[in-house]
Every structure is written in structure tokens, then in C-alpha cells.
């Protein structure tokens, strides 16, 4: 079984544990590394043309325009073809109750026929929240596995959990 997952993650200024704080590296792509270390993934890191703003507040208020807008951001890179993989990741930050809307750009140029397909959502108390129904609507042709939730503020801490995860779901 080949393992891709796909993440978008933001480092700098983020909510944790009820404040703002600067992280040298995102809680999405930390929990993305522990995965590819478990199972042996590929990773693609979803990144923006245009970049979210380094403030915290400034950046969740462009998230919410964006999801209003139901905007497709541009990336600076796409994958086309995901033919080689058997499961794909879908890993995000939670906004706004679901993805960043750049992971959405990704996922719609891509063909999930006959795939299966996995939500991560880091999170401050909103859990999964809707990853898995955005799975089901933008990843056509796939089956949505078991989802996995981490407390974005104890990502660092979560490789047991995330190994486990993936152990039991990705091979």
C-alpha cells in the first residue's frame, strides 16, 4: 500500500491553547512527518501564491472570506496525477469548520476513482469537524476512511497516537 498525504499547515502566529503564539513549524506538517515516518508516505505540501497574512486574527478573517467566497486560492505547485497511491491523507488546519479553502484547489484537479481517502484536522476544540463530509464531496470516486484529530497545540506530542493511526489505517 503507497501512502500520499497531501497538507496544508501554517507556522508563525497560531491559536494555542486559548492565545497567540509564533511556532516554528506548523501543526498539520508536524503530524503529516510523524505519518510519513510510520508508513513510509509521500508528503506534498500545499502551498499558496499569494500568502496569508502573518497576523494571526488577519489571517483567520482571510480564511473566512476565502469560505465564504467558497474562493479557490492558486498554488504555487500542483500535483496532476496520484495514480502511483493507494490511500491519500487529507491534512489541514480546522477553519472556519473545515479545510483551508487551498486544499480544496488541490483535491478538485485530481481523480480519486477507486482511492481511499483519510481526513487529519489539526484543531483548538473542533475535532474533525468537517473534514470527513469535505472528503466525500471533493474526492470523487473515493471511499472516506477513519479520520484523525490532534489537538494542534500537543501535535509535537503526538507521534504515538499518529503512528498508530497510520499503522492501523494506511497499511
Known sequence: ??????????KGENYVNGSIKSISKGNTEIVAEFIRDAVGADLFEVDTVKEYDKSYMTC?????????????????????????YDNIVVAGPCWWGTYPMAILTQLEKLDFTGKKVFPIMTHEGSGLAGAPAALKKYCKGASVGAGLAVHGADAAKSEKTAAKWAKENLQ
Open 1 to 10: 500500500m503507497k501512502t500520499l498525504v497531501i497538507y496544508y499547515s501554517r
Open 60 to 84: 483567520i478573517e482571510e480564511a473566512k472570506a476565502e469560505l465564504n467566497q467558497n474562493a479557490r486560492p492558486d498554488l504555487k505547485e500542483y500535483l496532476d496525477d496520484i495514480s502511483a
